[in-house]
């Protein structure tokens, strides 16, 4: 078992030969035995996999049970897109994990397994597509929340849910896009220390540059995104929640969907944001050594994988914004919440007919 780790840094010859596969980007002898009997160990890859798996299910559960009860068009087209996240998030914690936990039990030679990368790629495209998904779909979401709060009657009916799905479906085809990229010539993906995953290549090869650099930036950009949306809807509730002419009809239903949101954020922060700036910023220092640099230090593979733990605990703590900031468990912590009408409260001057036809739920 030892010596099929050993030989993966040899298989076919000098890592400047191999260049062109996915093999060879990390010394895979340099520490591996400490950070594989720690970081790395079985136990602990199975423990994350368990506790996040069952923890979308039962979100997902939560979620399913939550839309049959739901008249409001508004919150049920929001709980599509959390659906939507809460699969993406139980997929992607699926995938990955059918792969990398048999690798820690097994311990075989990925090169002599996979000589023709084939299963490197899928796992990358994997880490990339269910990576990429939670981020975009958080913008969505915030996005679709800022204008129903700030500018409601700029549609005539809030989004369906089909469409709503038609929007989940969309972000899904774009990060399979953007997954596809390296299989298409632009990047690669590549075996990641210590041996048991693949991921795109922090090398200055220009390809390798033009995907981290897509892929970082686009998630900085979609949390960017999600920040500057959430904050002015959250200003906007609490100026209605403290306005005396509304006081008494608390939009409850909004102030729950963007309690939710903003805690999507900011967990998809902590856990994201320094892995994407260590993306960015390891690729542009080495950008002045051009193609001479063929293998990552060590310490760029140490910190890479601790990175990669901390967007794990993103698919585990998801979920569970989903099952505790609800009115229904908020209600038996503050028995003080009750439900109220929360819809337009912004507008209290609307002519009759106009806000029975907008407030129908």
Not at 216 to 237: M, Q
Not at 247 to 275: F, K, N
Request: include cysteine; proline fraction near 5%; charge should be positive.
């Amino acid at each position: 078992v030892g010596g099929g780790e050993v030989d993966m840094e040899s298989p076919n010859g000098s890592v400047a030969g191999r260049s062109n596969t996915c093999f060879g980007v990390f010394n895979a002898s340099a520490g591996h035995t400490n950070t594989q009997n720690s970081i790395a160990s079985p136990w602990f890859s199975t423990a994350f996999g368990l506790i996040g798996l069952c923890s979308n299910l039962f979100a997902l559960c939560v979620l399913l049970s939550s839309s049959r009860k739901l008249s409001s068009q508004a919150r049920s087209s929001f709980l599509v897109f959390l659906c939507g996240l809460v699969v993406t998030d139980f997929m992607g914690l699926l995938v990955t994990a059918s792969v990398i936990i048999p690798y820690h039990f097994i311990k075989f030679a990925w090169p002599e397994v996979d000589p023709s990368c084939h299963l490197c790629n899928f796992l990358g495209f994997s880490m990339v597509f269910f990576g990429q998904c939670p981020l975009l779909l958080g913008a969505t979401m915030a996005g679709e929340r800022f204008f129903g709060i700030n500018h409601p009657f700029s549609r005539s009916t809030s989004i369906s849910k089909r469409r709503a799905w038609s929007v989940v479906g969309l972000v899904w085809g774009f990060s399979c896009l953007l997954g596809l990229l390296p299989v298409l010539g632009l990047g690669r993906y590549t075996l990641q220390y210590p041996g048991s995953w693949c991921f795109l290549t922090l090398l200055p090869d220009t390809g390798d540059v033009v995907f981290c650099l897509l892929f970082a930036l686009l998630g900085i950009f979609s949390v960017l995104l999600s920040f500057i949306f959430n904050t002015i809807s959250v200003v906007t509730l609490c100026r209605v929640y403290h306005d005396r002419e509304s006081v008494q009809r608390r939009r409850d239903s909004e102030v729950e969907m963007m309690v939710q949101l903003v805690g999507i954020m900011i967990i998809a922060t902590i856990c994201w944001m320094p892995l994407l700036i260590f993306i960015v910023q390891t690729v542009l220092q080495q950008l002045p050594a051009g193609g001479q640099v063929q293998m990552l230090p060590t310490e760029t593979q140490k910190m890479l994988l601790i990175y990669i733990r901390m967007v794990t605990w993103n698919q585990i703590l998801d979920p569970w914004v989903y099952i505790l900031f609800r009115r229904a468990v908020l209600q038996r912590v503050y028995p003080s919440l009750r439900p109220r009408p929360s819809v337009l409260s912004l507008y209290p001057v609307l002519n009759p007919s106009l806000r029975r036809k907008l407030t129908a739920d």
